[in-house]
């Protein structure tokens, strides 16, 4: 063990024990759905507003669009994202699809919205883009959502440490 | 898990103290932030301070970011609402659901990394500013 590990411990940050039970906790068969959902969510929308979202966004903007290495930093996110998602909705005691949903709306409202908002509007920014890539992420999240919750309700997808350990467990008090 | 409760008045403080901060932020790297944009502080800037409709949408949007992170360190139960519970979720929050939006629509925006250093980083210190005087209050 590290002098660092050995630190964290004794501040109540058993970090690998904490990081393990996590890892144990994710349903990976929903996490691989949500992404798939958000992704596909997020290629309709911006199908769909296409062409508002690129007029607005290149207003003294160069190069945006969409590139493979932008993608998979969008698939990256998304992982994240499902993630945080699932742990924040175990806190809130919310399940099944509905459950997901709501947690995911009160992330969106509380965190992606006002960080949008504030950004863009600082930025001189347009506000039909603000409202384009706000409701862009308020349709991901609402997906990943409603799939993490059916998918916990439903039991699909088997999780690698069901019951982590006891001294895990009570280091477990963030997050 | 019982709800350990929201102290609103904490709530308050933390915006206003989040909201105090981003000035200073923007303020000290008003320059770097132009620069990343492409345009020159005093077009960002016109009289040296942001204009008063932003400043009130940041504060806004700021007391609404206070109130949900205050429940969610709240949902950890009775007992729970700590300083160290407090950063913790805060941290969490911010990556999960911050970073990711600003390094993805940045990033389609192809908007400089600079840029989404500084705005990042802008939110780092609110959100665990929020949380240290959350946390500080407790319930």
């Known amino acids: 063990m590290t002098a660092l590990e050995a630190k964290l411990k004794t501040m109540g940050l058993d970090l690998p024990a904490q990081l393990a039970h996590y890892a144990g906790q994710i349903n990976s068969t929903a996490v691989?759905?949500?992404?798939?959902?958000g992704w596909i969510v997020g290629w309709v929308w911006y199908a769909l507003v296409g062409d508002v979202w690129a007029g607005e966004a290149t207003t003294g903007v160069k190069g945006?669009?969409?590139?493979?290495?932008?993608?998979?930093?969008?698939?990256?996110?998304?992982?994240?994202?499902?993630?945080?998602l699932g742990s924040f909705m175990t806190r809130l005691g919310y399940t099944g699809a509905f459950g997901g949903i709501h947690t995911a709306w009160l992330l969106w409202f509380g965190f992606v919205m006002t960080t949008i908002l504030v950004n863009y509007a600082n930025l001189g920014k347009r506000v039909g883009l603000a409202l384009i890539d706000s409701v862009?992420?308020?349709?991901?999240?609402?997906?990943?959502?409603?799939?993490?919750?059916?998918?916990?309700?439903?039991?699909?997808?088997?999780?690698?440490?069901?019951?982590?350990p006891a001294a895990a467990v009570t280091t477990t008090t963030g997050g | 898990m019982t709800f350990a409760g929201i102290n609103h008045l904490a709530v308050l403080i933390a915006a206003i103290v989040s909201w105090i901060f981003g000035s200073a932020w923007y303020g000290v790297l008003g320059a770097q932030w132009a620069e990343a944009l492409g345009k020159t502080k005093e077009q960002l800037m016109p009289g040296g301070r942001p204009a008063t409709a932003m400043m009130i949408v940041s504060f806004v949007a700021e007391l609404?970011?206070?109130e949900m992170l205050a429940g969610l360190i709240g949902h950890l139960g009775v007992g729970q609402f700590t300083v160290k519970n407090a950063v913790i979720s805060a941290l969490f929050v911010w990556f999960g659901f911050?970073?990711?939006?600003?390094?993805?629509?940045?990033?389609?925006?192809?908007?400089?990394?600079?840029?989404?250093?500084?705005?990042?980083?802008?939110?780092l210190g609110v959100i665990v500013l929020q949380a240290l005087v959350l946390g500080w209050f407790g319930v």
């Open chain 2, 64 to 66: 609404v970011m206070a």
């Open chain 2, 98 to 123: 911050v970073l990711t939006v600003l390094v993805v629509n940045h990033g389609f925006q192809g908007e400089k990394r600079a840029l989404t250093l500084i705005d990042g980083g802008h939110w």
């Open chain 1, 64 to 84: 945006s669009g969409f590139t493979p290495r932008r993608q998979i930093f969008g698939g990256i996110a998304q992982v994240i994202m499902t993630l945080m």
């Open chain 1, 32 to 37: 691989l759905a949500a992404l798939v959902a």
């Open chain 1, 136 to 164: 862009h992420w308020l349709l991901v999240l609402t997906a990943m959502g409603a799939i993490i919750g059916s998918f916990n309700q439903w039991g699909i997808g088997v999780p690698v440490q069901a019951n982590a």
